[in-house]
């Protein structure tokens, strides 16, 4: 498997980890909206971000966002914890 579908993985996991223990709110569904709860979201970080463009496959793009999506994450955010997670476990 592709490095970086691991580390996908590894953020699902982190994401359905944090959801269990309170840290995240639960995924509000599609049919609920969005609406319900505008809140503004906090930045990311306060650290300097680098812009980065790469090249990934079609099917692997459109199901992280799916997956960001359906777990109330930016595609930013979910690509931000998969690195970290993988980076972590790479030790």
Do not use: C, T
Request: charged residues 25%.
């Amino acid at each position: 498997m592709k490095p970086f579908a691991l580390a996908l993985m590894a953020a699902a996991r982190l994401s359905y980890h944090l959801r269990l223990s309170g840290i995240l709110s639960p995924v509000v569904s599609p049919a609920e909206g969005r609406q319900k709860d505008m809140k503004k979201k906090e930045p990311l970080a306060r650290e300097p971000l680098a812009r980065v463009n790469l090249r990934l496959p079609a099917d692997l793009w459109k199901r992280a966002q799916h997956h960001a999506i359906d777990h109330d994450l930016s595609a930013q955010e979910l690509v931000r914890l998969a690195l970290e997670a993988y980076l972590k476990g790479a030790k």
